[in-house]
């Protein structure tokens, strides 16, 4: 292994624990904030902490044509932006009404989906794929459906955002290779904060007052989780392999149980343990190539 994907592969990481440890600091936050207002605060703090690496980098590559770079990136920025709005949007809302360990759990499925989703853009699936599906099915089943076969509200929210986060997923795969990463991630959170603060004025209450309560998880959400781990997955994934990409970043919902259980004492049942195991085999299992 070269010493690129290495590094590659040690930021992803880093990556899945900041975001993993996000879900508590996400949970507390929307004790104070409704979910729009947080997204849209940490999201402008995102953006704005790219800013001196920009003006960094466009001097030190003065050759470059940086005017036509930061246009080129604008509309796959927006696009970017937008499904990480609606990614976040519902996990943010969801997490309102579930545990950070299930939403961390119940979030990664994305990484299940990816391939699935790639069937409609003529890619092959194999059967390693599809034993993950199965799994993360059944893992599913045990975490979040009911005795009388209803799923709760907040997990339901995250299940439809992990379709956010895959088409998310593809997309910035896709847009890594053709425009600068740095750019794209300051449109992107823009984009996202922009909708997120529009919506918090239609539909919520601004205070200062609840900002400045929940500052602490603002600030982790925004320079961490925002600005630093979205920053490091866009640079990462230029030189990890995306196979294993995805193995890594699914240990996110290994740092989000973690976290929920030592920071905010969350427990599950037995049969939610055992859900979260058979989701976290599905993702890994997913991932396998199998030689034919």
Not at 170 to 178: H, V
Not at 261 to 267: D, K, Q
């Amino acid at each position: 292994m070269d010493n690129k994907r290495l590094r590659a592969n040690f930021l992803l990481l880093l990556t899945a624990s900041i975001w993993g440890f996000a879900f508590t600091a996400q949970r507390v936050g929307s004790q104070y904030v409704g979910a729009f207002t947080f997204n849209g605060v940490r999201f402008a703090l995102g953006s704005i902490s790219l800013i001196p690496l920009i003006i960094y980098f466009n001097k030190k590559n003065k050759s470059n044509n940086t005017k036509q770079s930061a246009k080129n990136t604008i509309l796959p920025g927006i696009l970017v932006g937008t499904l990480l709005f609606s990614g976040s949007t519902l996990q943010q809302i969801g997490l309102i009404y579930t545990t950070a360990g299930k939403a961390s759990f119940l979030t990664g499925l994305y990484i299940v989906l990816v391939p699935v989703i790639g069937i409609f853009m003529k890619h092959k699936i194999g059967k390693s794929a599809w034993a993950g599906v199965f799994l993360a099915v059944i893992g599913l089943y045990l975490l979040s459906i009911n005795e009388n076969f209803t799923i709760a509200f907040g997990d339901m929210l995250q299940i439809i955002g992990a379709f956010f986060w895959a088409f998310h997923i593809l997309t910035i795969d896709y847009f890594t290779k053709k425009v600068d990463s740095l750019k794209l991630s300051f449109v992107q959170f823009a984009t996202c904060s922009i909708l997120s603060l529009i919506c918090a004025l239609i539909f919520e209450k601004i205070t200062v007052s609840g900002i400045v309560s929940a500052g602490v998880p603002i600030l982790y959400g925004g320079l961490l989780s925002v600005g630093v781990a979205y920053t490091l997955q866009v640079v990462a994934q230029k030189y990890a392999k995306p196979s294993t990409a995805a193995i890594i970043l699914s240990m996110e919902s290994v740092f989000g149980a973690v976290g929920g259980a030592v920071i905010l004492g969350e427990t599950m049942s037995t049969r939610g343990y055992i859900g979260c195991i058979f989701i976290l085999a599905g993702i890994l299992v997913s991932q396998i190539t199998v030689k034919s």
